[in-house]
């Protein structure tokens, strides 16, 4: 079989006379079918035959960097929706809905998630778990709130002097938030 035919889940790509099947396939009766759609790598040397996605799904993983809005502030949470990962433009496969624990916010103690995250926040954060849910802290000096809305009147809210909370240039309403320490002056990587 040539090394760049496109198979589909249950085609047959070997037998296990000759090859031993790896990733993305399985064996049944002595022959080797992909279990997913990719191509056909084969190892003459190992005598070992894949199937490799040529797209393979952006899940994410713990300790991964991410890009969030806020979806909603409860007493002890705050809920998220992730919509990218920090070094990569592909979209997201998997659970996006994460939640974001009173005690995973902020490296000083709080107990009243609405005074460091806002509904409508976009926040980096980074994963700490996957299962059995995505949650996410923003307690390093990095994460946070990147870009925030005043939510009266939608202007970009700016660092206030003593850049540690924030307010609206127009309504001059302040407003304190768990920033990441470049808030304001955002690179996505
Ligand atoms: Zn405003």
Not at 48 to 73: E, H, Q
Not at 150 to 161: A, G
Not at 169 to 185: E, I, Q, S, V
Request: aromatic share 6%; proline share 4%.
């Amino acid at each position: 079989m040539s090394g760049s035919e496109l198979v589909f889940p249950g085609e047959e790509v070997a037998i296990e006379e000759e090859y031993l099947g790896a990733e993305g396939t399985f064996s049944k009766d002595g022959v080797i079918y992909a279990s997913q759609i990719g191509k056909v790598e084969t190892d003459e040397e190992e005598c070992i035959v894949r199937v490799i996605s040529p797209n393979p799904p952006n899940v994410l993983a713990v300790g991964d960097i991410v890009y969030a809005v806020i979806a909603d502030v409860r007493s002890t949470m705050a809920t998220a929706d992730v919509v990218g990962k920090q070094g990569t433009t592909r979209a997201l496969g998997g659970e996006t809905y994460a939640t974001i624990h009173v005690s995973k916010i902020s490296p000083e103690y709080t107990d009243d998630v609405s005074k460091e995250l806002r509904k409508g926040d976009y926040i980096r954060a980074r994963v700490t778990a996957v299962k059995p849910s995505l949650q996410l802290t923003t307690k390093d000096q990095h994460l946070g709130a990147i870009r925030c809305l005043c939510f009266k009147c939608k202007t970009e809210l700016v660092r206030d002097k003593k850049g540690t909370g924030l307010f609206c240039p127009k309504c001059r309403f302040a407003t304190p938030r768990k920033l990441a320490d470049d808030y304001g002056d955002v690179i996505v990587e």
